[in-house]
T-cell receptor
């Protein structure tokens, strides 16, 4: 099993550009999450999903959109990137109370 | 709203010394508590968790944490650290109920083990 995978691993954007981060899991988990990690702030929840076709806002949803069209995939979109969105993004999935994390995507917005 | 406070942002120790990483949380409901570890340039891995039962939980690599409800704490300890324990450690809380599965993380503690 690959577990949780994320693509791409690194990306540099210019202010105003858009992009989509892809998260895939092969564990048949119902729950999926997107976090951002910034120095000294831990991980903060952006959006999450409790099942295929459902999404909900987390702690810091502004500037991001998500979609869960298939159970195994959870997409995070930035419509108009801003320097404040420079961060490391982690996806996670869970069936119960243990979350499994992907390796992360390092995004820089210039 | 829940909050998790990790009282030390950095903890330097020498190899084979004991270590304690402190975590306090605020919640008025029953909680699940977790410690995750992040090695450089990697994602987070679950180290140990408290769901119910014994308040002392252990990991396979010698860490342990004790749930103290009266002090709302979940401190992580290891009696003798190794160089390979150098990593960032995150405490997290899941309040359950309608927020089932959603974690609130602390700010992280960087543990550096020196030879």
């Amino acid at each position: 099993n690959a577990g949780v995978t994320q693509t791409p691993k690194f990306r540099v954007l210019k202010t105003g550009q858009s992009m989509t981060l892809l998260c895939a899991q092969d564990m048949n988990h119902e729950y999926m999450y997107w976090y951002r990690q910034d120095p000294g702030m831990g991980l903060r929840l952006i959006h999450y999903s409790v099942g295929e076709g459902t999404t909900a806002k987390g702690e810091v949803p502004d500037g991001y959109n998500v979609s869960r069209l298939k159970k195994q995939n959870f997409l995070l979109g930035l419509e108009s990137a801003a320097p404040s969105q420079t961060s490391v993004y982690f996806c996670a999935s869970s069936a119960t109370n243990e979350q499994f994390f992907g390796p992360g995507t390092r995004l820089t917005v210039l | 709203a829940q909050s998790v406070t990790q009282l030390d942002s950095q903890v330097p120790v020498f190899e084979e010394a004991p270590v304690e990483l402190r975590c306090n949380y605020s919640s008025s409901v029953s909680v699940y508590l977790f410690w995750y570890v992040q090695y450089p340039n990697q994602g987070l891995q679950l180290l140990l968790k408290y769901l119910s039962g014994s308040t002392l939980v252990e990991s396979i690599n010698g860490f342990e944490a004790e749930f103290n409800k009266s002090q709302t704490s979940f401190h992580l300890r290891k009696p003798s650290v190794h160089i390979s324990d150098t990593a960032e450690y995150f405490c997290a809380v899941d309040a359950g109920g309608t927020s089932y599965g959603k974690l609130t993380f602390g700010q992280g503690t960087i543990l550096t083990v020196h030879p």
